[in-house]
């Protein structure tokens, strides 16, 4: 079993800028690996969309809403993940979980509070 926990959420201006961290670990400490790393997010009345993911190499994918603001990345060493999120924008308010795949099974996290308001 593999824990996920985000952090880094919290209340912002417009335009200013959160990064977003996920950690994963095993419960029982064992080795495992992770295969990609994602980040959705889920405002009030909304589903829950991707907004980013990124391979065991590096590979990244960026939803359009968010392409060139923010930016996704791994510390494969550590089992870390971040989202860096710049010029933020009132609807990019919503929770933010992290979701990690390894081997064939999906984890996610208990998410992340992002608001961003005035």
């Known amino acids: 079993q593999v824990q996920v926990v985000e952090s880094g959420g919290g209340l912002v201006q417009p335009g200013g800028s959160l990064r977003l961290s996920c950690a994963a670990s095993a419960a029982s400490g064992s080795i495992f690996s992770i295969n990609s790393m994602g980040w959705y997010r889920q405002a009030p009345g909304n589903e829950r969309e991707l907004v980013a993911t990124?391979?065991?190499?590096?590979?990244?994918y960026y939803a359009v809403s968010v392409k060139g603001r923010f930016t996704i990345s791994r510390d494969n060493a550590k089992n870390l993940g971040y989202l860096q999120m710049n010029s933020l924008k009132f609807e990019d308010t919503a929770v933010y979980y992290c979701?990690?795949?390894?081997?064939?099974?999906?984890?996610w996290g208990q998410g992340t509070q992002v608001t961003v308001s005035s």
């Open positions: 979701q990690i795949r390894s081997s064939s099974y999906y984890y």
């Open positions: 990124i391979t065991s190499v590096g590979t990244t």
